[in-house]
């Protein structure tokens, strides 16, 4: 059992300052590499020791796997966190590090390549008996084998033209009559659009919630879930705002899901923390959607919920440590929410946004955690992707949760780059939300939580008021228009 | 001191009211006794209208940034004078009275060859007399004031010929 005295994170901004966070805590020293448009940064700032690293642009530089490789040997570092993103699942970089006797804090290149295909993943995923979406990937002969296909597979299904895209050809069946009617339907539309009238069936997953389990596994084989994380509210695909426990499982759901995550981690011999995607349908029929072999974005969730530090228990099994923990101990207490913070504004579709952080301030009080890459006079610019941090909140229940996050965030201050929180303000404010009716359509379906609140005249004359009032060259007196009666009393025009 | 202030892409002008019990604004026409109080770095308490708010302001060249009502802001503040003296307009070939005034001299007629700081028309606005000059090289197209005549605020005073 090596400990480690140096870990160099391949990465940057906020999720290098969690793994700072923790190796502090842990006495171990670490190890920032940056490019120069991140040299102001935080977690430059923060990190024991500092390595600049270049590119043709800023992100090819924390791409460059012989840059890292020879920053690691010029600090002597013995491992690496490479975070989310980036190298995190680049199997090059994994087996580099290994050749170079370097630790790579993750699982083994093995595991990286086999869940990093979508086909062999859902492979391995069938053997090891956790679900799938059905489907029968053959082209249907004709109306009857579509109709006994579907009714095989489960109502309701998708009928999908092979050669179709864009939402064309795509019909959805809830009984034998639809799936006959539905397959001669999508075969002349596919005819007609593509020249080609291939149909095939898979099941339809009606309002999907997307609900991950969190693995950890050690060196040894023991391989534990740590519960879920549902992460639904997605904007384009991308997650905005994630929450532990799912407010639809059940235990039963759970604790299948959650053991059918664990044979998956297990028939890839996983090491390390790792996430097993799910979609759920109303029913809590669960199937499996991909493996990502890293540390998500939303793990602090979990931490809140369970107690544990992930990132510590990733650079213990890298040391060789044992687990420590069965799944008996695992016990999960209370509420989390995550929100992310884009520099974007919402108001105008989203476009990111620049500038210079001139006023920042985060939010106190119980059960309130920021994960920020940013800071007091931090310049954010376009060069990377504009997630800034995290705010994260746990209450005893998700309603205190609830109200812990939608408080943090309009008092949270970020003043010189639009971001939005006004936005993630009014996802929690929807009643669907507060009920837990959550999908991963929810956004395209409330499409009223794009609109922004009018400002009432009392806020305008305030902000009005408060953007004279300290303005040097309004309040100066010599700038004043001649009222030689107005030290005498009131005036009016 | 008067400032037209560029919120919400709508403009709002601000006078400074300086009286014995302290300080009042006009803000759109309307009074309103105020108060402003510094709390700490950036944060300020700001009293109006009988309420009392906490909120945030940091300044930015003309560009002020407000975090209130649990909320972010932004503002752009116009002096209206140098506004008036000749800086940028939105399209270039026009200028465009910040505030309503009069016109005391017109210096300039259509067709006239004009060089960047040519005064262009002098107007008369709150006792001050500001003298509007060309913002860049170019030839006088309209000129929509008179000697006397009034003009409205956001009204069109005189235009330049599109460049080139």
Redesign the interface.
């Known amino acids: 059992m090596a400990k480690f005295n140096k870990v160099l994170i391949a990465n940057r901004g906020e999720i290098a300052v969690r793994v700072i966070r923790s190796l502090k805590k842990m006495g171990i020293e670490s190890v920032a590499v940056f490019h120069e448009v991140d040299s102001e940064s935080p977690y430059v700032q923060q990190a024991d020791h500092a390595v600049q690293i270049d590119g043709p642009s800023p992100v090819a530089a924390y791409l460059d796997i012989d840059g890292i490789i020879a920053a690691c040997k010029s600090s002597g570092a013995d491992a690496v966190h490479p975070g989310f993103g980036f190298l995190s699942e680049n199997a090059q970089f994994c087996q580099r590090l290994t050749e170079a006797g370097i630790v790579f804090i993750g699982p083994e290149t093995e595991a990286i390549t086999a869940m990093g295909d979508k086909i062999t993943s859902k492979l391995l995923a069938e053997k090891s008996g956790v679900n799938v979406i059905p489907g029968y990937t053959e082209t249907l002969k004709d109306a009857d084998e579509a109709v006994k296909v579907s009714g095989d597979i489960g109502y309701p299904v998708m009928l999908k033209a092979s050669a179709g895209g864009g939402g064309k050809g795509m019909r959805i069946a809830w009984n034998s009559a639809e799936a006959r009617e539905g397959f001669e339907r999508a075969s002349r539309e596919a005819a007609s659009s593509f020249g080609d009238d291939r149909v095939f069936v898979e099941k339809y997953v009606e309002r999907p919630r997307h609900i991950e389990i969190q693995v950890l596994a050690d060196g040894e084989g023991n391989t534990i879930y740590l519960g879920e994380r549902e992460c639904s509210i997605q904007r384009r695909h991308q997650k905005v705002i994630e929450e532990a426990p799912s407010p639809f499982l059940d235990a039963e759901t759970r604790k299948k899901m959650g053991e059918q995550a664990v044979a998956l981690a297990k028939a890839v011999d996983y090491v390390s923390a790792g996430t097993v995607e799910f979609i759920v349908d109303p029913g809590k029929h669960f199937y499996f959607l991909e493996m990502n072999t890293r540390l998500q974005v939303e793990h602090p969730v979990t931490e809140m919920i369970t107690g544990i530090d992930l990132v510590e228990k990733q650079i213990r099994i890298a040391e060789g440590e044992s687990l420590g923990l069965t799944q008996e101990d695992i016990t999960l207490t209370g509420h989390a929410i995550e929100c992310r913070i884009y520099a974007e504004d919402a108001d105008a579709d989203f476009v990111p946004a620049t500038g210079?952080l001139?006023?920042f301030?985060v939010p106190e009080g119980e059960g309130v955690r920021l994960d920020s890459g940013v800071g007091q006079d931090t310049e954010v610019t376009t060069a990377f992707d504009p997630m800034l941090a995290k705010l994260i909140t746990y209450g005893v229940d998700r309603d205190e949760a609830l109200a812990r996050v939608q408080k943090a965030?309009?008092?949270l201050?970020?003043?010189?780059v639009?971001?939005n929180?006004?936005y993630l303000?009014r996802i929690l404010s929807h009643p669907d939300f507060a009920s837990g009716d959550t999908h991963t359509g929810f956004l395209d379906e409330h499409v009223e939580i794009l609109k922004k609140d009018a400002?009432s005249e009392?806020?305008?004359?305030?902000?009005?008021?408060?953007?004279?009032?300290?303005?040097q060259?309004?309040?100066?007196?010599r700038?004043?228009?001649?009222?030689p009666l107005?030290?005498?009393?009131?005036?009016r025009n | 001191?008067?400032?037209d202030?560029k919120?919400?892409n709508e403009f709002?002008s601000?006078d400074?009211?300086?009286?014995?019990?302290g300080?009042k604004?006009r803000?759109d026409g309307?009074e309103?006794p105020?108060a402003?109080q510094a709390n700490g770095p950036?944060q300020?308490r700001?009293s109006?209208?009988g309420?009392d708010?906490n909120?945030?302001?940091?300044?930015?060249g003309d560009e002020?940034?407000?975090?209130?009502?649990?909320?972010?802001?932004?503002?752009k503040?116009v002096?209206p004078v140098d506004f008036a003296s000749g800086s940028a307009e939105d399209d270039g070939n026009s200028i465009v009275a910040p505030m309503p005034g009069t016109t005391v001299i017109v210096s300039v007629a259509r067709g006239d060859v004009v060089k960047k700081g040519d005064p262009l028309l002098t107007m008369e606005s709150?006792?001050?007399e500001t003298v509007i000059s060309a913002w860049r090289d170019g030839v006088v197209d309209q000129v929509n004031v008179e000697v006397g005549s009034a003009f409205d605020r956001g009204s069109v005073l005189v235009s330049l010929k599109e460049e080139a």
């Open positions: 210079k001139l006023a301030s965030l309009r008092e201050v970020m003043l010189g639009i971001t929180t006004d303000g400002t009392q806020q305008r004359v305030a902000l009005l008021a408060a953007a004279c009032l300290t303005d060259v309004f309040m100066d007196r700038h004043q228009a001649e009222t107005a030290d005498m009393g009131e005036w | 001191m008067k400032l202030v919120f919400e709002h601000v400074l009211l300086r009286y014995c019990g300080v604004l803000i309307e309103y105020v402003l950036g300020y700001l109006l209208n309420r708010e909120l945030w302001i940091v300044h930015d002020v940034f407000v975090h209130a009502f649990g909320k972010a802001w932004s503002m503040l002096d709150m006792k001050l």
